[in-house]
């Protein structure tokens, strides 16, 4: 079966220098169908894990519970840009040379927890209808507010001496949301000497990682994805329907089922079949919350 006719994901590692909607087209063209999308944005600097979904499997993206990432990043201290990462502007620079290993390590584990973050103004936040990075590129000062934020964990790798800078790798591993750009430049701020991100690799979106991830390449030698049925049951409690209970789920009713999860809950069919998402409704009932039939 083609891709045009199939639905499913498609775990992908981005390479540097493509925007994530550069992947969609390519992904569109590989698949053979327009109706593909992505969730969990990459800046184009930076590699790893995003998720493309095709055909069906775009509508199951919004209800995917991808709250958790993780990320290998390196840190440059010693130097803040005007965009938090190596594409921007040098803003200052100050002596790193009295720093230790230990002030580093230190300083990163003020940033584990629920934290307050400002994201980096170059972020696709919207500010009165406009994109903040375009404020900022068309020469405006943006300065976003304060949002909460988790980071479960923050584990500080080797540091590195760069010439007069200091670089820094960090496992990250935050809630969605979060942006390590602004890690950085915080982490440069609490020691005093600035900072910002010069690489960036997400290793992990949900449950989905590397090891299930195919480079654009490989893509195009043999197009590969997670069927939609594998997915859903991978990502949601699971309750397998019979012959009566799939056919009112095809028509959007409610079913007499006890899913053993409030939900949602994914439902399959006697073949295994992904049909639905559907949530407890009382003791005895289920209704609907998408259908994907």
């Known amino acids: 079966m083609s891709g045009a006719q199939r639905s ?21 063209r590989l698949a053979g169908t327009r109706k593909v999308g992505h969730a969990g944005t990459l800046d184009p600097m930076a590699t790893g894990v995003l998720l493309v979904g095709v055909n069906r499997a775009t509508r199951l993206l ?23 990462d190596a594409e921007g502007e040098i803003l200052g620079t ?36 406009r994109r903040s990075y375009a404020r900022v590129r068309a020469g405006e000062e943006v300065r976003l507010p304060e949002r909460p934020v988790t980071v479960h964990e923050l584990r500080v790798g080797p540091v590195r001496r760069a010439g007069e800078l200091l670089d820094v790798d960090l496992a990250v591993r935050c809630s ?20 910002h991100l010069t690489a960036l690799r ?30 859903a049951r991978r990502c949601f409690p699971s309750y397998d329907l019979d012959e009566d209970q799939s056919r009112d789920v095809g028509f959007g009713r409610p079913v007499r089922a006890r899913l053993g999860a409030e939900g949602p809950v994914a439902v399959f069919d006697p073949a295994g079949a992904f049909l639905a998402l559907y949530e407890q409704r009382g003791e005895d009932a289920a209704a609907p919350v998408a259908v994907f039939v």
Not at 8 to 28: E, I, M, N, Q, Y
Not at 63 to 83: I, Q
Not at 214 to 231: K, N
């Open 62 to 84: 919004g209800h995917l519970a991808l709250a958790e990432k993780a990320y290998d990043a390196t840190v440059r201290l010693g130097a803040a840009t005007t965009t938090d």
């Open 8 to 28: 499913g994901l498609v775990v992908l590692d981005k390479p540097a220098g493509l925007t994530s909607h550069d992947v969609v087209a390519r992904v569109r």
């Open 94 to 129: 100050a002596s790193v040379e009295g720093l230790t290993d230990e002030d580093v390590r230190r300083a990163a584990q003020r940033f584990v927890g629920d934290i307050a973050q400002r994201p980096s103004s170059v972020s696709a936040i919207k500010v009165d209808g």
């Open 176 to 195: 969605s949301g979060t942006y390590v750009r602004a890690l950085a430049r915080d982490l440069g701020e609490a020691l005093g000497v600035g900072g």
């Open 202 to 231: 997400r290793t992990a979106v949900g449950p989905f990682g590397l090891p299930d991830a195919h480079r654009l390449e490989e893509l195009a030698e043999a197009f590969t994805m997670l069927d939609i049925s594998e997915v």
